[in-house]
């Protein structure tokens, strides 16, 4: 079986404020994102900026066999939101925006009340099959791209800039505590006899002290000294399987010419046992050819016929 997370990028329907200019723009984008689907062949697929739940299903529709969509009913000011596709069933067990408390709302900007919720909802499943019984669940966490008032890319000085950039990691941190929680509750108190998956563009690095949130206890990562030595600490730990990927593959997107890895994959101990294998874009083939994306509008690129993200994956064996 494989386990996945996609940024679909700008998924619209055309015609509106966000989507494609035309019928035969979106119908290229489809018919991409279903080739690589079909490549991938995953059983259960997280993914992100849904702009429109009736695109998520033109591209299922595009896909040989029956596939399942799931969304999130929480989205950002665009509309975009997280969910699955699936060859699977799965049922829903939790779509949350709110920061856990005793958290506190964070500032967002220069004006204006702290923000409470994470811009786009975490949502999680469940996932059954004859030999798999498993939850995941799919995130897209703040972006390190800068927006400032009045709909600026550019700040007017490096004052704001800086701010600016303080306010985006404060809102990334307060939504990684959000899917720290969800996972927690996830893992049921000990991740080695309840199996959890945690998908989701993070937008940083493994490690960035955001993504590190995730990963609870410290300690026992793989490749590190203590990750074959159990401790009480494994029950509540989420692995991430980045160190997996072969070397040539660990990178996602490219951002200013510069290859990165800011899609992830973590598991709970037990499931960490049934990864056979991870990489990034689609088992078997060369590097996806992705465009180097630039700070700016993220608008621009409404009327690309492809992703600006390689999916990440794992598959699991019993």
Not at 229 to 247: H, I, S
Not at 281 to 286: M, W
Request: proline share 7%; hydrophobic share 40%; net charge neutral.
């Amino acid at each position: 079986m494989l386990v996945g997370t996609w940024n679909l990028e700008n998924l619209y329907r055309p015609g509106g404020k966000f989507g494609p200019k035309d019928k035969a723009t979106y119908e290229a984008k489809l018919a991409s994102l279903a080739a690589t689907i079909e490549a991938l062949n995953p059983s259960v697929l997280g993914v992100q900026e849904v702009g429109d739940p009736e695109a998520l299903a033109d591209l299922a529709g595009m896909l040989e066999g029956t596939w399942h969509t799931t969304l999130s009913e929480h989205t950002d000011e665009r509309g975009i939101r997280v969910g699955f596709l699936s060859s699977l069933p799965v049922f829903v067990v939790a779509d949350e925006n709110r920061f856990p408390e005793p958290l506190r709302p964070v500032q967002s900007g220069d004006a204006g009340r702290p923000v409470s919720r994470a811009g786009r909802g975490v949502l999680a499943v469940t996932v059954t099959t004859r030999a798999f019984f498993f939850d995941v669940a799919v995130c897209h966490l703040k972006s390190k791209l800068l927006s400032y008032g009045g709909g600026r890319f550019q700040p007017r000085d490096e004052g704001e800039r800086a701010r600016f950039g303080a306010y985006a990691l404060y809102r990334r941190a307060a939504e990684a505590t959000l899917v720290r929680s969800v996972a927690g509750r996830l893992l049921k108190g000990d991740g080695r006899r309840h199996d959890v998956v945690v998908l989701g563009d993070l937008n940083d690095e493994v490690s960035a002290a955001t993504t590190q949130i995730l990963l609870g206890p410290p300690g026992s990562e793989i490749g590190t000294p203590g990750f074959d030595q159990p401790d009480k600490g494994d029950a509540q730990r989420l692995w991430n399987v980045a160190p997996l990927v072969p070397p040539e593959q660990r990178w996602s997107r490219i951002h200013a010419g510069r290859r990165e890895l800011i899609d992830h994959v973590l598991v709970s101990r037990g499931f960490l046992d049934l990864v056979k294998a991870a990489g990034t874009g689609v088992p078997g083939a060369t590097a996806m050819a992705l465009p180097s994306v630039e700070d700016g509008d993220p608008a621009e690129r409404r009327n690309a016929t492809g992703s600006d993200h390689a999916p990440v994956w794992i598959r699991i064996e019993r």
